[in-house]
């Protein structure tokens, strides 16, 4: 089993909609939680870190459940530019800061 | 004003030779890191280095060499390149190396390909 599960899409969605991202870990040792965007051919980008309590920047919203170790990532009134993969991302307890990168979700953002 | 810079941006090479990849960054962090992201996207950490001393140190073969000279700098050389070679390897850096993971910050990538 991947250490971090992810749907690989694509999802292709019409500008304007509503699209969430899910993610599992498999380790219950996993202390932190991102989000990264990579656009096509470039370099993976944080997009945002990822909390208990929820997070909320912009029409992006993120979740995290340690009983389920599961995390989510909302985009709401999607536009093209928001057309990339979508990394979910964990580190350790102890890991050192080393990123355990999920495959990844393409999203397609279409007129 | 380039964050973190790695040369080249391509490598096109022959099975069986020994290429290097430099990476820099004028971040003032103090961690580096190499990542290899596969055919099928797979990004995995290769190495680690924290102020020149290597900390993460993955299943990768003996034949991948790091080096960091500098805190700035961290090296990779590779010897005997193989098929199976052929990725796109990252540089990325960060503030400190702690359990709550700052944020890392890529370069543009090298993109090998092995002939």
């Known amino acids: 089993r991947k250490e971090v599960e992810q749907d690989p899409g694509p999802f292709n969605v019409p500008e304007g909609a509503t699209v969430a991202f899910n993610c599992t870990y498999s380790n219950s040792a996993s202390q932190s939680f991102f989000w990264y965007r990579q656009d096509c051919r470039k370099e993976p980008k944080l997009l945002m870190s990822v909390y208990s309590s929820g997070n909320e920047d912009g029409r992006f919203t993120a979740q995290l459940n340690r009983a389920s170790q599961y995390i989510s990532l909302l985009i709401r009134d999607s536009k093209l530019s928001d057309s990339a993969t979508y990394l979910c991302?964990?580190?350790?307890?102890?890991?050192?800061?080393?990123?355990?990168f999920g495959t990844g979700t393409q999203l397609k953002v279409e007129l | 004003d380039t964050a973190v810079s790695q040369t080249p941006k391509y490598l096109v090479t022959q099975m069986g030779n020994d290429k290097s990849i430099k990476c820099e960054q004028n971040l003032g962090h103090d961690t580096m890191y190499w990542y290899k992201q596969d055919s099928k996207k797979f990004l995995k950490i290769m190495f680690s280095?924290?102020?020149?001393?290597?900390?993460i140190n993955e299943t990768v073969p003996n034949r991948f060499s790091p080096k960091s000279p500098d805190k700035a700098h961290l090296n990779l050389h590779i010897n005997s390149l193989e098929l199976g070679d052929s990725a796109v390897y990252f540089c990325?850096?960060?503030?400190?190396?702690?359990?709550?993971?700052?944020?890392?910050?890529f370069g543009p990538g090298t993109r090998l390909t092995v002939l």
């Open positions: 991302v964990v580190t350790l307890t102890g890991g050192g800061n080393k990123l355990t």
């Open positions: 990325a850096s960060s503030q400190g190396a702690g359990l709550a993971g700052p944020e890392q910050f």
């Open positions: 280095y924290n102020n020149k001393e290597l900390i």
